[in-house]
């Protein structure tokens, strides 16, 4: 399986953007690139996901190098309530055995200021 | 939609106990997966299943069962509990492998003791 690199951790202050960095140097031409976050005490909820044009949703961007091997997630204005912990996942789409796993690294606990 | 429903939330086995931890989704996904989530750590992926009847091992699938009978529900069974087993135990389903999101449990904290 592909890997993703990761900061451990992270800071911000509200309403400023935060820039998440992932590298993912493995990648496969087949892989796509999910972001995932954890709030505390919760099961992890689906942010953004890309192949190899940058995308964007009302949650945040999703900014992917011309070469795929890295990426990065972009919170526009951070809210208290976007401290949680940030997984960068290839999603491996190859046939036999794949089936779609999301293999979930240690992720960038992400902690915003007031 | 209810999404994905895991039950029970909270429960404590003792050692050589055994339980199922129930997961039900309401959105037709034939994409179902079981993680665990030790403290401080990521999630494993334990088994996951492409549809009802099809079933295959994850990263650490040792000391649990699944069945795929249909396509809502796909149960993970502990066969006598250990205390290695005590973690946050997360179900997840997508509708596809690849391009949709994959939707998760809120998570059943178990503790072996």
């Known amino acids: 399986d592909a890997k993703t690199t990761q900061p451990n951790s992270m800071e911000s202050n509200e309403e400023e953007p935060v820039h998440l960095p992932c590298n993912h140097s493995?990648?496969?031409?087949?892989?796509?690139i999910h972001w995932y976050r954890q709030l505390p005490s919760q099961g992890p909820e689906y942010v953004i996901h890309?192949?190899?044009s940058n995308v964007n949703n009302r949650m945040a961007s999703l900014a992917i190098a011309e070469d795929r091997k890295s990426s990065t997630l972009i919170l526009h204005r951070a809210t208290l309530r976007d401290a949680a912990v940030y997984y960068c996942?290839?999603?491996?789409?190859?046939?036999?055995?794949?089936?779609?796993?999301?293999?979930f690294g240690q992720g960038t606990i992400l902690t915003v200021h007031p | 939609n209810a999404g994905v429903t895991q039950t029970p939330k909270f429960r404590i086995l003792k050692i050589g106990q055994s339980m199922t931890l129930q997961c039900t989704q309401d959105?037709?996904?034939?994409?179902m997966y079981w993680y665990r989530q030790d403290p401080g750590m990521g999630l494993k992926l334990i088994y996951y299943?492409?549809?009802?009847?099809?079933?295959d091992k994850g990263e650490v699938p040792n000391g649990y069962n699944v069945s795929r009978s249909t396509t809502e529900d796909f149960p993970l069974r502990l066969e006598l509990a250990a205390p290695s087993q005590t973690s946050v135990y997360f179900c997840?389903?997508?509708?596809?492998?690849?391009?949709?999101?994959?939707?998760f449990g809120q998570g059943t904290r178990l503790t072996v003791v």
């Open positions: 959105m037709n996904h034939n994409y």
């Open positions: 996942i290839l999603r491996d789409v190859g046939g036999g055995t794949s089936y779609g796993k999301l293999t």
């Open positions: 493995t990648i496969s031409g087949t892989d796509y």
């Open positions: 299943s492409v549809g009802a009847g099809i079933t």
């Open positions: 890309g192949l190899t």
């Open positions: 997840a389903s997508s509708y596809d492998r690849v391009s949709t999101e994959a939707f």
